[in-house]
């Protein structure tokens, strides 16, 4: 039937990108002749298809046929050139030329409209302890850390990286740690330094479908108040949610969050000193007066 050959044309020219009159022919058992009536046909429909005569000429349909027409819905492109962002501010695969291709396609001229950075504003090292990561991802090779966990204990491991996952705006690693002989998550912020290594490892031998990722916060928690001088104000913004905090009239904040009172939470929050009115629960209030006790002995 003749419609089932034009979908059939269609579908070809799609999948090969350009073919001559000649092979459609011998192909369907029709004319050259015919396959032409087919491409006006086509055409009349508002199928993109043109032809080239002469030598090398031919067949074709433009490239952006099923993605614009028939696949992407608007909805679908937003996400994505969302995806694209992502993919551009982490460098992952490097072909920039292929994204941007894809970009024009979806949208034409237009600008990215988000900007995703893993790194911090302080911290330019993690740029790199990403990049080889993300190679090692890409390779499936082993990598030597230098990771601080959150007792402050420094270790190096030589782990399987198997997955990189961004949640509650940090970015975690998900690997086989060699030394624990088991899969951990490692928190990229608390990478140290990053060394690569040649040993190659078969990803597929590592199952982490069912492996979830937790918190180290998950238990012992405990209600942390901070009462702060307002100097503190836009510090405090840049790294509390805005209904952790509240402004008091006597010029002072109040910070309010639940977490783990362990070493690290205290050497984060003696970054605060210049700024502390007053802090609870007592446990940490004592904490923090042994660890500036120490500091005057210095």
Not at 62 to 91: H, M, P, Q, R, Y
Request: aromatic share 10%.
């Amino acid at each position: 039937m003749k419609i089932d050959r034009l979908f059939s044309i269609v579908h070809i020219l799609i999948n090969k990108g350009h073919v001559t009159a000649k092979e459609l022919a011998d192909q369907f058992e029709v004319s050259s002749r015919t396959i032409y009536r087919d491409i006006d046909t086509l055409s009349m429909a508002g199928i993109p298809i043109y032809t080239d005569r002469g030598s090398g000429g031919g067949i074709s349909i433009l490239d952006n046929f099923v993605l614009n027409k028939t696949v992407i819905s608007e909805e679908e492109k937003s996400s994505i050139l969302l995806g694209l962002d992502v993919i551009k501010a982490t460098n992952y695969g490097g072909n920039h030329i292929a994204m941007e291709k894809l970009r024009h396609l979806f949208q034409g001229k237009d600008g990215s409209f988000v900007e995703v950075d893993f790194s911090g504003f302080e911290n330019e090292t993690q740029s790199m302890v990403f990049e080889d990561i993300k190679d090692s991802l890409k390779k499936s090779r082993s990598l030597k850390l230098s990771y601080i966990n959150t007792k402050s204990e420094k270790s190096v491991r030589v782990v399987n990286p198997l997955k990189l996952v961004f949640k509650k705006q940090r970015w975690y690693l998900i690997a086989y740690c060699n030394m624990r002989k088991e899969i951990r998550s490692f928190r990229i912020s608390r990478v140290v330094e990053t060394e690569k290594t040649d040993n190659l490892f078969t990803r597929k031998n590592y199952d982490i479908e069912g492996f979830q990722l937790k918190s180290h916060t998950i238990n012992n928690l405990e209600n942390i108040r901070l009462i702060l001088h307002k100097g503190a104000l836009l510090r405090v913004q840049e790294e509390f949610q805005m209904s952790m905090i509240n402004e008091r009239e006597d010029n002072s904040i109040i910070v309010e969050f639940e977490a783990e009172i362990d070493e690290w939470l205290c050497n984060y929050m003696m970054s605060y000193a210049d700024y502390f009115i007053d802090v609870l629960p007592l446990t940490l209030k004592s904490k923090l007066k042994e660890k500036a006790e120490k500091i005057m002995k210095l």
